[in-house]
C-alpha cells in the first residue's frame, strides 16, 4: 500500500516527479558564455576610447593646480624668508622641452669667507697682449684657507663654469663673476670678473658671493602620469617661446649650436613680485608675464639636431591644438598665478592667440 505524502494527499510518488508545464533550467554553454564576454569587452573598450579624453582633461587640469601650488608656495616662502625662493624646471634627459619634475629654489645666504676677516685681491692679466688692453680682464684671486668651502673638492660652493655675483666691501654694486678650471700654475682656480674692474683694484677687500639657486630639498612635484610642461611653447609675453631647447644658428649657413641643457628657474622676491628667470644659462629680470603649457607628454618631440644647417625638426605644436590643455602664467609685477583655457584657431594658430586667455588673466574654474 503506497504510503501519502505527510503534508499532502498525494503520494510519495507522485510528489517527486516533475509537475507539467514548469520549464526545466538549462546552463549557458561554453560558446555562449564566450560570445556575452565578446560583446561586453567590445562595450567597455568603445566606453574608454569615449571616455579618454575627458580622463586626459583631468589629468592636465590636476598637474596645472598642482603647478599653481607650488608657485603659490615659493611666493609665500620668499616672503617668509627675506629673500628670494622660486621654482625649478628640470628638463628631461633625452628630451629637453619637457619637463616632468617641477623643484622647489632657494638662494643659498650670501657667503663671506670661512674667516670672518676673509679678503680677496686682484690681479690684472694682459692676456699675453700688452698693446691691446681691449682684451685684458680681471682675476679674483681668493686665499685657500680663508676660503676652504669655495675650494672644497666634493660639493664645492661654486662649480667650475658657474657665474655668481660677488660685492667687494659690503656696498656698491654686485659684479658678475665666473669660475673657470685652473690655467695658470700660480691659481688654484681662476675667478674672472665680467666687464669693468673692480672698483678699487687695491689689494685685501671683504666680500659678499651671492650664489646662484639650488635645488631645495622639498619633495619635488612628479605631474600626473600622462602629462607635462611644453617648454618649447612656453615663454614670456604675448608670442614668447624663449624656454625652447633649441637654439638657432647664429647666421645663415651656420652650424646648430648645442641644445639648451640649462633648467628654467623663476625667483621670486621678498615682496611677492617676480625677481628674476633664469635661462639660456642667464639670468634676467622679465618686463611681462611668465607662461608655461601644461599638455601631454607623448606630444612634445624631442630634437634632432642631425640637420647642423637649419633647425632639427619643425615645432611639434599638437599640445597648442589641444584645447584641454592649460596655461598656467605668472604675473611679473604681483606675482600672481592662473590656470587659463588654451585656445586654437585655425585660421590663426599662433602663440599669442593661443594664449589671449592667460594674457588676460581669465582664469579657469571647475575641478
Avoid at 507522485?14 to 560558446?31: D, F, I, N, V, W
Avoid at 631647447?245 to 646648430?256: D, E, K, V
Wanted: aromatic fraction near 8%; include cysteine; charge should be positive.
Amino acid at each position: 500500500m503506497t504510503r501519502n505524502h505527510p503534508l499532502c494527499k498525494i503520494p510519495r510518488a507522485m510528489c517527486s516527479r516533475s509537475q507539467p508545464g514548469r520549464a526545466s533550467r538549462r546552463a549557458m554553454t561554453l560558446l555562449e558564455l564566450l560570445i556575452v564576454i565578446a560583446i561586453m569587452t567590445l562595450l567597455l573598450t568603445a566606453g574608454m576610447k569615449l571616455a579618454q579624453p575627458a580622463f586626459q582633461g583631468r589629468k592636465v587640469r590636476e598637474s596645472a593646480r598642482q603647478l599653481n601650488a607650488v608657485f603659490a608656495g615659493a611666493k609665500a616662502r620668499a616672503t617668509e624668508r627675506g629673500r628670494p625662493f622660486g621654482v625649478w624646471f628640470e628638463r628631461t634627459p633625452g628630451n629637453l622641452n619637457q619637463v616632468l619634475e617641477v623643484f622647489q629654489a632657494e638662494v643659498p645666504p650670501p657667503y663671506i669667507g670661512d674667516l670672518v676677516d676673509a679678503r680677496v685681491n686682484f690681479s690684472l692679466d694682459n692676456n699675453s697682449t700688452p698693446a691691446n688692453p681691449n682684451d685684458d680682464f680681471w682675476r679674483v684671486v681668493f686665499n685657500p684657507a680663508q676660503c676652504a668651502t669655495l675650494f672644497a673638492t666634493q660639493g664645492s660652493l661654486v662649480a667650475v663654469g658657474e657665474t655668481f655675483g660677488i660685492k667687494f666691501d659690503f656696498r656698491g654694486r654686485v659684479y658678475g663673476a665666473t669660475r673657470l678650471a685652473q690655467n695658470d700654475a700660480n691659481l688654484a682656480d681662476d675667478f674672472r670678473l665680467a666687464g669693468s674692474p673692480p672698483p678699487a683694484p687695491g689689494q685685501g677687500l671683504k666680500f659678499q658671493i651671492y650664489l646662484p639657486p639650488r635645488k631645495s630639498l622639498v619633495t619635488p612635484l612628479d605631474l600626473v602620469n600622462g602629462t607635462a610642461i611644453d617648454l618649447s611653447l612656453s615663454g614670456l609675453g604675448a608670442t614668447g617661446t624663449d624656454f625652447d631647447g633649441w637654439n638657432a644658428p647664429p647666421s645663415a649657413g651656420q652650424p646648430t649650436p648645442a641644445p639648451d641643457p640649462f633648467p628654467i628657474i623663476v625667483m621670486f622676491a621678498p615682496a611677492g613680485n617676480i625677481d628674476v628667470v633664469y635661462s639660456r644659462g642667464g639670468v634676467f629680470t622679465p618686463v611681462s608675464e611668465v607662461h608655461f603649457l601644461v599638455g601631454r607628454n607623448d606630444t612634445i618631440a624631442a630634437l634632432d639636431f642631425n640637420n647642423p644647417q637649419g633647425p632639427p625638426n619643425p615645432r611639434d605644436t599638437r599640445n597648442l591644438q589641444d584645447q584641454d590643455n592649460l596655461w598656467v602664467t605668472v604675473g611679473h609685477r604681483t606675482g600672481t598665478v592662473t590656470s587659463t583655457e588654451n585656445y586654437y584657431n585655425t585660421l590663426t594658430p599662433t602663440v599669442d592667440v593661443s594664449r589671449q586667455f592667460a594674457r588676460s588673466a581669465q582664469a579657469k574654474g571647475g575641478g
